[in-house]
Structure formats: C-alpha cells, structure tokens
C-alpha cells in the first residue's frame, strides 16, 4: 500500500473500532431516555474520523461546479440521514463507502503494477565515457556517438551499437522473451533491456527522447487517454444518470409529502437509500480498471497495446489480414534446394551457379556463394551481364553461361526441364547445356502454422495473406499456413485498396485487423481496424503506425492477443450489466419503501467491491496462454 493508501486504512480501523464502542456503549450501558445532541455527537465522532475527506472533496467539486459525483451524493445522502435520526446508518454507510474506496484503490494500484513493471524500464542513468574518466549523468544529456559503458547488471539507457565487450542481455521487459540475447561487437543494443555479466562499450545512435524505452514509455503512459466506446459510453452516462437520479430523490422527498400530507421522515429516507445506490462507483471504476487491466495482462507477453479502444476493437475482430514477408515468413530469400539436372553432378551445379553470382553484392548470389567451399577466380569470367527480367548471360572458361528464368534459356535456345517446386526458380546453364537450377524461397517464420490455427481456434473467422509474390507461389504458401484467402502480385499502394475492399466487404460486422511488419506497411496499418505491427526490437516505424506492437516478432501471440481483448471485454459488459440490474432494483425498492439504508450500501458498495474483483481477473492471461 502506499502511505496515502495507509493513512486511510488507519481511519477506518479507528473508526470502526469507534463505531463498534458506541454502537455497544448506546445500545447497552446508556439509559434509552438519552438526549438527542449527546446521541448525535458519539455518531458524529466516527462519521467526521472516516469521512471528512469525502465530505471536503464534495465541498470542493460543488464550488467549482462539479457536483455530481460520489462523493457529493454520499454527503447529502448521509447528512440528510443525520436530520432524519439515522445515525447508526448513517456513520455505517460513510465507514463503508470509505472501505469500498480503499479496495478500489489498492485495486488500480495493482493493474498499475503490471504496467509498471514495463514502466520500470526507464533508465535512471548513462556511464558516460569522457576524457576525464567515466561519469553518471541524466540519459537525456548524452549526445549521439557518445560512448557509454553498461556494468554487469545495469539497464541500457539509450540505443546503440557495441564497440567492445560480449555479454548476453535480457530483452523480457520489451518483449517478454524469457531467453537472453548475446551482444558482441558490432550488435546493435536497445534501450530498457538489462546486461548480464560482461561490460560493453556502446557507441549511441539515437538521442534518448528517440531512443527505443522513450517511445515504449509515452505509449505506455499515454495508452490511457484513448478510451474504448464503451468506456466513453459510460463516462457520458454518468455525467446524465448522477444528476437525474439526484433530482430524482429530491422530488421523492418532498413532492409526496407535499401532495399527500404525509411525513417528511419516511420519503426523506426513500431519497437517501435512493442517493446512495445511485452513485455509479461500480461503472465509472471497474470499466476502466478492466481495460487497464487488459493491457497490462498484453504487456507482460511484450504486447504493447496502445489503449482500450484498440483492445476493444481487436476483440470483435473477424477478420485478419497479413502481410506475407516479414509478418508471416522471415524476409530471408535463401537457397534451399541445389536440382541438378540428369547426368549432371550437384557439385558441378554449385560451381557453375557461384560463378555466374560471383559479381552479384545480392544476398540471394552471396547465399549461392555460401554453398560453394571457395572463392571464385574471376579471371576465369568475361562479359558478365546481367539482362533485366531475365537474369545473367556471361562467358565462364570462354563458353557462355547463363542464369536466370525459364525465358533466359529459351531466349538462348536451351533445352530445359521446368521446375515446379515452391519458391523462385533460377536455371542454370553453361556451353548450351542444361545444368539443372535451384530454388531460392523465403522461409516461413517459426510459428506462423500455429499462429493462424490459433486465430481459428480463438474466433478469427477469416485471415487473409496480401504479397507481391506470383500466384502460385502465393497460394502455395497460404496451403501450407492454412491461410483461407491468398491476394497476389500486389505493389504496396495496391495492399491499401485490397484491404479497403475487404472492409467494404465486411461492411462493419466485425472488425479487420491488419498484419505487417511496421517499416512498409505504415498506409495499411493505418487505414485497418485495427493495425498490428511485428515490433521486432528498434522498429521505429512499428510504434508509430501500429495500434497494437508484438515487440519480439512472434506472430503466435496474435491469437493470446485476441483471448485477452475477449476475455476484457467479457468481463467489462458483466460489471456493466450487474450493475445496472442491481442498481435498478434497488432504486425501484427503495422508491417503493421495501430498501432499507443497508440494502443501499449493498446496492452502491457491495456491487462496486464484486465488480472491482471482477475486473481484477483482467489482470490475469487467459488460461493456458503466454
């Protein structure tokens, strides 16, 4: 608890214990004949030690024309007890309220613990390397290309790339990868992860306001301040039910004593138990505690979800689009396959393909070259082209060789065999001989089969994969993911207007959710549902135009993303709904004369309390997922 949270739980144990002595003291030592103002004053002593502060913050809101809150209705409710005779009551429904308050409170300070602990990835200090020595100082004052050093234990405090020194770091707070990263020279290191045992030198890259902990810690700090609908929805129903209901109660005092001659005391009653179940404590906490506790159940995975709206929006999501390269698949084009042709041995291919990429810089020739044991002797090529959109055309040992498409060899009149393997073909040929070819492919990202089968599994009812590869190499790739629909031979200005039909499609029965990798696909993000960007450590470009960021990469996270806003969302309509009910009825029973005084703390406390537990379980990750 904090001292403030302290302070409170002292006043109410003191006045309990003072309630207890005079509820004891009244009802069996006194004598029954005892005068009113000595009755008043023992009540009056517990009710001003545990509510003076509800009373002072009415006083306040109600001079600077805010009236209508809890705390205001909780003072009219149980002063107008005390003019009434109430005041056991009275005292009671203050010393409870008081300890619904300080549940509440412990409460929130809980679901800010667990954002709090992606909060404490903020770094206090820098080991800045000068002339002089090594000297602490704020990280905001050290300039790019400055050189840090990181001890054994200590949190990097800005981005940078390692000079000297190996160590391993762990990178959970961002990402929430348990395993540790090896950083030796030359890595590139991001700011909020901690070093392990070894000392690294750190050349900065970035000024630490552009550093990545600056820009995870305003999107933490700020993912607050964009509310869900039904947040929004509840904030403007209270800003109309709290006022009605208040003149509600005013007219049950005094137009029915008025109209039909009774009593004041009795309807004066009615419209307290009516003041007290009407504050909506139960709405306007447990709601947003909810989607609090939502997003820091997603950033304990390393899901940075950038407010409830989003988390809302991604629970009613039906449907999911990818991107293919670098969402789905690794955007590493490599070798896999050497096919020689008959007759022709595997080495004899290799050797012929690392020397017609031997002048290429390209990683897919440099993957070619990885294949082949030596260093080609270029002395041995002449006249090396390369011919656009067909591949390579050059002269190896004075005979001409040739790789590239199946066109390439037609183009020269080679014979060939076409392959039909997935992934891009590149044939091979040399003196008009066909040598066989290999298979260059982008490799599916660990997970990825799992990942749609999950989305399935949690509700997704469509996914959909939008690439610029060719048809079949798209739908090639969409079986083997279980991907329901493959979009082809899209340029990156041509995945906005597929995705803006899907949507149109869709016609807003649920929401679509995009898929990319944030350095590319910014318009696409933008224009979905809901974007989701593979943050992937540093990715700059991700934080800034994703609603959702999956910081380490991991696609089978989507489908724990889709539980959590599911499960939040579930357990937020169950708090707004059992509130309502309760509160209806009790407001009815209490007009009607059947609720009594206790029955209203019930109505406004209890319900707070359980829907306060309810909200709690946001907090935790839906069964079975991490």
């Known amino acids: ?146 050189v840090i050093v990181i001890k054994p234990g200590e949190r990097v405090p800005i981005d940078g790339v390692v000079l000297t020194g190996e160590s391993f770091v762990d990178t959970s707070a961002l990402t929430g990868e348990a395993v540790p990263r090896r950083a030796s020279e030359g890595d590139a290191l991001y700011s909020g992860c901690v070093n392990g045992e070894g000392t690294l030198r750190v050349r900065t890259t970035k000024a630490y306001e552009d550093s990545t902990v600056a820009k995870i810690l305003d999107l933490v700090e700020n993912a607050s301040e964009k509310k869900a609908r039904l947040e929004k929805f509840i904030t403007r129903f209270a800003r109309i039910y709290t006022p009605a209901v208040t003149i509600g109660a005013l007219l049950l005092a005094l137009v029915p004593p008025l109209m039909l001659g009774q009593p004041f005391g009795g309807w004066v009653q009615r419209a307290c138990v009516f003041l007290i179940v009407s504050c909506p404590c139960a709405l306007v906490i447990s709601v947003p505690l909810g989607f609090f506790g939502g997003i820091g ?221 944030g350095i590319n696909d910014a318009p696409a993000l933008m224009r979905a549902d809901v974007g989701i960007a593979m943050g992937s450590l540093g990715s700059d470009a991700a934080i800034e135009a994703a609603d959702i960021v999956l910081m380490d990469d991991d696609v089978r996270k989507l489908a724990v993303t889709v539980h959590i806003g599911r499960k939040t969302m579930r357990i937020v309509r169950e708090n707004v709904w059992f509130a309502l009910i309760v509160k209806f009825l009790v407001l009815v029973f209490g007009a009607l004369g059947y609720a009594t005084m206790w029955l209203a703390v019930f109505g406004d406390v209890g319900v707070t309390v359980l829907a306060v537990l309810n909200s709690m379980r946001c907090l935790k990750l839906p069964k079975g997922k991490k």
């Open 1 to 146: 608890m904090t001292a403030k949270q302290e302070l409170v739980r002292a006043r109410i144990i003191a006045a309990a214990a003072l309630y207890a002595a005079v509820f004891v003291t009244e009802r069996f030592v006194l004598p029954p004949s005892l005068p009113y103002a000595l009755h008043l004053a023992l009540y009056v002593i517990p009710y001003l030690v545990v509510g003076y502060d509800v009373m002072q913050k009415a006083w306040g809101n109600f001079i600077h024309g805010q009236a209508f809150d809890e705390s205001f209705l909780m003072t009219v409710a149980t002063v107008a007890a005390f003019a009434i005779g109430e005041y056991p009551e009275a005292t009671a429904v203050m010393l409870l309220y008081q300890v619904g308050e300080l549940f509440q409170s412990v409460a929130v300070g809980r679901a800010r613990t667990s954002i709090g602990e992606m909060m404490s990835i903020a770094p206090e200090y820098a080991n800045l390397e000068t002339k002089t020595g090594v000297h602490s100082v704020d990280p905001d004052d050290v300039e790019v290309g400055s």
């Open 297 to 517: 159940a997603a950033s304990r995975i390393g899901v940075l979800v950038k407010g409830g709206d989003y988390l809302e929006a991604v629970a009613d999501c039906g449907t999911m689009v990818f991107d293919k390269t670098g969402t789905l698949t690794k955007g590493e084009f490599k070798v896999t396959r050497f096919l020689p042709a008959e007759g022709v041995r595997t080495d004899e291919l290799i050797i012929a393909a690392a020397y017609a990429e031997s002048l290429s810089n390209h990683p897919i020739a440099k993957s070619v070259r990885a294949v082949y044991a030596e260093e080609p002797d270029l002395t041995r090529l002449t006249d090396m082209t390369e011919i656009a959109g067909y591949g390579i055309r050059g002269v190896w040992d004075g005979l001409e060789l040739l790789a590239g498409n199946g066109k390439l060899l037609e183009r020269y009149s080679v014979a060939y065999e076409p392959c039909k393997e997935h992934g891009t073909v590149v044939y091979v040929a040399h003196d008009g001989r066909f040598l066989g070819c290999f298979i260059i492919a982008d490799a599916l990202k660990t997970g990825s089969a799992d990942a749609i089968r999950d989305l399935k599994a949690a509700g997704v009812r469509q996914t959909i994969m939008l690439t610029g590869d060719r048809d079949d190499l798209a739908q090639d790739i969409a079986a083997d993911l279980g991907i329901d629909k493959a979009y082809s031979e899209l340029l990156p200005a041509d995945k906005v207007t597929q995705l803006e039909t899907i949507i149109k499609r869709i016609n807003g029965r649920s929401k679509v959710a995009f898929v990319g990798d």
